[in-house]
């Protein structure tokens, strides 16, 4: 090897006998008045910026780290960098543990920034205050956004984005007195002097149509800037005004709404329903036995041997969030997505729910590697190279990568999360995830007083029927095109875009967070080549029983065509004998692909939706043991006479 020097990525010292520093979520950090928290929050804007505005060939800057997700398709940390493919880990068994080391070289690069340039640069002259910004600057860790957590006071609680994604600028500390206001580096990711992202290696990503229809094509070359949500995904020659994504709209308020789901606003008098689909389906993370195979937790990635309540993982969530925040924006393409500072939020949110889940199942990790690979994941173990991430400076003979047993433990990294850290046991974990998440577990222990007049009420809490909806599809049914399968309880919307406005029918989705395979300029993602090669299929759930509570506790109507006899316009009881017939006249999906088009179900290769239907024993005499769910079985009758369209049917393979 070469004389060059590698970047080794080993995270914030910890010197022997300190105290493990916690990742916090950044709500709890931002708004703390603490004084060391506002030095971190003073250290970390001016660092972030500083990083920003480095020059986007170097190594180091802000636009390269970026880039190691997805463009400009180079090389990272390499001598003589060529064209690359992504370095990606999508849909993989390594999906949670490429990422960790991801975001160590982030949170070490902003360390070293916050010493030698704002601590010795900016603050060079206030002497006094030295050692104080190094303190805090040696046990700052980079925050994470909980998108699953409830915010507000006590009146009024709902999923929201935090305050540091609602301003431009921000107040920070220039002495322990006095504060400047300053651009928020969060807010968005500007390029260095104002130039076009094509400068630096960025092109169109193209998304293929059926012939002879043109591809669809996002302009994110032209961008100075990165943008949530903008008016329109695809620039149309027609339109006087271009809206597209190359301009840096910053609509954060349509976060909060998709957040929202159509049912998370909670009250005093409960006239919502509190058990949201978002934080119901972080909390079976931890607790759906089937999860505890490190395997089925880690990747979307769909087995034929998976049961039904097994269609939840790790990067499901994770993809969903990715549209939910990008809405057509940076953030929902997977090759531009890490440029929008909230990538980092959203990730190390992902990095900590694996950690959680880690210490829930301290013993579970990867499965022995099979001799004769049939699928393209059975080569991915706990020794394969986490390529680019080097742990140390490599020996002139080899090149050393980081590995998933490297990074196994966050402790030895630098960092815990305040679920993880040192001397917790299993137990104070679970309880902590009790209160942040078991929002089913609350509304049983709690039900509103007109439950009873709906067959809900009841005293023995335990084999409560729970309803789920199961989806899984090729990753590359569209060639790379990313889409969206929307579940409905209740009548289709006649107009696009499908989202979750006030009434909605809409109970869910699940986002296929995938990019092109290859593209005409440079060498494509292997990864993804093989996975299109081998037809590789995903998966995703929705869970229904919070829509379905609330449809039954308002009485709602539902419009349907009915057949004379047939009255399944309402829903008059959770039991399996009127939930069913009620979901097979009044469950519908629909697919859009990232343009908002819709897509012809019938012409979409591997759609598979079904209905499973399992057992849940809730607790209420014991707040902190967590919910048990157990005994799904699939609900034919639900869909099988919709396998045209992807309704699943009995003996058609979607089920072993």
Wanted: charged share 25%; glycine share 6%.
């Amino acid at each position: 090897m070469s004389s060059y020097d590698y970047y080794p990525i080993q995270g914030i010292k910890v010197e022997p006998g300190e105290e493990l520093p916690l990742r916090l979520e950044i709500d709890d950090w931002w708004n703390s008045e603490k004084l060391e928290h506002q030095w971190q929050k003073s250290l970390f804007v001016r660092a972030l910026q500083i990083l920003q505005d480095t020059d986007p060939t170097k190594r180091l800057s802000y636009f390269q780290i970026a880039g190691i997700h997805g463009m400009p398709y180079k090389e990272w940390d390499q001598p003589d960098p060529k064209d690359h493919g992504m370095y990606c880990a999508h849909s993989t068994v390594l999906f949670p543990t490429w990422h960790r080391p991801y975001l160590l070289l982030l949170e070490q690069r902003l360390h070293e920034i916050m010493v030698r340039d704002v601590i010795k640069g900016q603050f060079k002259n206030h002497v006094d205050l030295h050692d104080e910004l190094e303190q805090a600057a040696d046990i700052w860790r980079l925050p994470y956004w909980d998108w699953a957590a409830l915010k507000g006071d006590d009146e009024v609680k709902a999923l929201d984005v935090p305050t540091a994604l609602k301003e431009d600028r921000v107040e920070i500390l220039r002495t322990r007195d006095t504060v400047e206001s300053v651009p928020n580096p969060l807010w968005k990711f500007r390029m260095p002097k104002g130039k076009p992202m094509k400068d630096y290696g960025v092109i169109p990503i193209e998304y293929e149509n059926e012939a002879p229809k043109p591809p669809d094509i996002f302009y994110f070359q032209e961008c100075v800037a990165t943008t949530k949500y903008p008016e329109t995904a695809v620039f149309n020659p027609e339109e006087k005004q271009d809206k597209t994504v190359k301009h840096d709209v910053q609509r954060w308020y349509q976060i909060s709404k998709h957040l929202r789901d159509p049912t998370t606003k909670i009250v005093k008098n409960r006239k919502t329903n509190e058990a949201d689909t978002l934080r119901d389906t972080v909390y079976r993370l931890f607790t759906y036995d089937g999860l505890k195979d490190f395997r089925t937790f880690a990747t979307s990635r769909y087995h034929a041997e998976q049961r039904a309540e097994d269609y939840i993982s790790l990067e499901h969530v994770h993809n969903n969030l990715h549209n939910w925040i990008g809405g057509g924006g940076h953030m929902s393409h997977v090759p531009v997505s890490s440029f929008d500072p909230i990538f980092w939020l959203h990730h190390n949110n992902i990095d900590r729910l694996f950690a959680i889940w880690q210490a829930l199942n301290e013993n579970s990790w990867f499965e022995p590697l099979k001799e004769n690979p049939e699928e393209p994941d059975n080569i991915n173990g706990p020794e394969t190279d986490l390529i680019p991430f080097h742990p140390v400076q490599p020996s002139k003979s080899s090149e050393l990568f980081y590995n998933s047993n490297m990074c196994r433990y966050t402790t030895k990294l630098g960092y815990a999360y305040p679920e993880t850290k040192p001397g917790l046991t299993r137990k104070e974990t679970l309880a902590m995830v009790e209160k942040l998440y078991a929002s089913l577990q609350t509304f049983v222990q709690q039900p509103p007083p007109e439950i009873s007049e709906v067959s809900l009420k009841q005293d023995d809490f335990t084999g409560l029927r729970d309803y789920v909806v199961n989806v899984n599809y090729e990753r590359f049914a569209l060639s790379g095109t990313p889409f969206t399968v929307h579940i409905f309880v209740g009548e289709v919307p006649l107009t696009l875009p499908y989202n979750y406005a006030p009434g909605s029918t809409q109970v869910g989705n699940v986002y296929n967070f995938v990019a092109p395979p290859t593209n005409t300029i440079r060498q494509g993602c292997e990864n993804c080549a093989q996975q299109q090669a081998a037809g590789v299929k995903v998966c995703g759930q929705v869970v229904l029983t919070n829509a379905l509570i609330e449809r039954v506790r308002n009485g709602t109507y539902h419009e349907y065509s009915s057949t004379p006899g047939d009255d399944f316009h309402y829903l008059r009881s959770m039991k399996a004998s009127d939930v069913l017939p009620f979901l097979k006249a009044n469950l519908h999906w629909r697919v859009t692909k990232i343009t908002g088009n819709l897509v012809d179900r019938e012409s979409l290769p591997g759609l598979k939706v079904s209905v499973a239907v399992g057992r849940a024993d809730f607790f209420p005499e014991d707040a902190s043991k967590p919910v048990k769910y157990y005994g799904y079985e699939v609900a034919y009758d639900v869909t099988d006479t919709r396998e045209s369209i992807g309704g699943v049917a009995p003996g058609d393979g979607t089920y072993a």
